[in-house]
């Protein structure tokens, strides 16, 4: 099985993220965390993962007699690189699409079922909206939003610390030569009002 079919499975893409931020989680935390999805299941794509590359064991200890594993991402672990996502067919965008809203939907349910959860004090939001980039615009939005994300991708646990799911989706929505009136672009919608409330306008769309 390829990068592309091994990743464009929510379950499997639930794991990874699970396993993001250098965390290290048995099989059986895997499956606490994904309650809706059964053990066998879980256990089937963990070693999936293992067997291709992905996730390596960080440690081993006896529990009532069976020996439980510690997984973590492997450095080394196959990517999606640019060859290969330059020769994915529509079809594997939708399949990989469908999967990535499979998995945040199933991930946003979880943390909205841990008891205390609180959308408006976590920061959580869903905005969409809509900007007029040229190309040259384009490459310059891609490239400020790396240079704020690279570093914080260092991260890892620490006091205080807790692991954010941030999914940045951009695609074209009309043709270049779209008419238009000239009128700025819509305010963002979709985020709940408290959560809006507390978010300044000028922010990008999450």
Same mark, same amino acid.
């Given at each position: 099985m390829d990068t592309v079919d091994l990743l464009?499975?929510?379950?499997?893409?639930?794991?990874?993220?699970?396993?993001?931020?250098?965390?290290?989680?048995?099989?059986?935390?895997?499956?606490?965390?994904m309650p809706e999805v059964s053990k066998v299941t879980v256990y089937r794509h963990v070693a999936l993962l293992a067997e291709s590359g992905f996730l390596e064991v960080a440690?081993?200890?006896?529990?009532?007699? @069976?020996?439980? /594993? &510690?997984?973590? #991402?492997?450095?080394?672990?196959?990517?999606?690189? =640019?060859? !290969?996502?330059?020769?994915? +067919?529509?079809?594997?965008?939708?399949?990989?699409?469908?999967?990535?809203?499979?998995?945040?939907?199933?991930?946003?349910?979880a943390y909205l079922d841990h008891d205390g959860a609180d959308p408006v004090a976590d920061s959580v939001g869903y905005r969409q909206g809509t900007l007029w980039l040229d190309p040259d615009e384009l490459a310059a939005l891609l490239g400020d939003l790396l240079s704020v994300l690279h570093p914080r991708l260092a991260n890892g646990p @620490?006091?205080? /610390? &807790?692991?954010? #799911?941030?999914?940045?989706?951009?695609?074209?929505? =009309?043709? !270049?030569?779209?008419?238009? +009136?000239?009128?700025?672009?819509d305010e963002p919608t979709g985020e709940p009002a408290a959560a809006a409330a507390n978010t300044p306008a000028s922010d990008a769309p999450r």
């Open positions: 464009l499975h929510p379950v499997r893409l639930r794991v990874v993220h699970a396993l993001s931020g250098g965390r290290e989680l048995t099989t059986g935390e895997l499956c606490a965390r440690g081993e200890q006896r529990v009532r007699g @069976a020996v439980e /594993r &510690r997984y973590r #991402l492997r450095r080394d672990r196959p990517a999606i690189d =640019g060859e !290969a996502a330059a020769a994915m +067919t529509p079809d594997d965008h939708r399949r990989g699409f469908a999967a990535a809203m499979v998995t945040l939907i199933a991930e946003f349910n @620490a006091p205080g /610390r &807790r692991p954010y #799911l941030i999914s940045p989706i951009l695609f074209p929505t =009309g043709a !270049a030569d779209e008419p238009t +009136t000239g009128e700025p672009a």
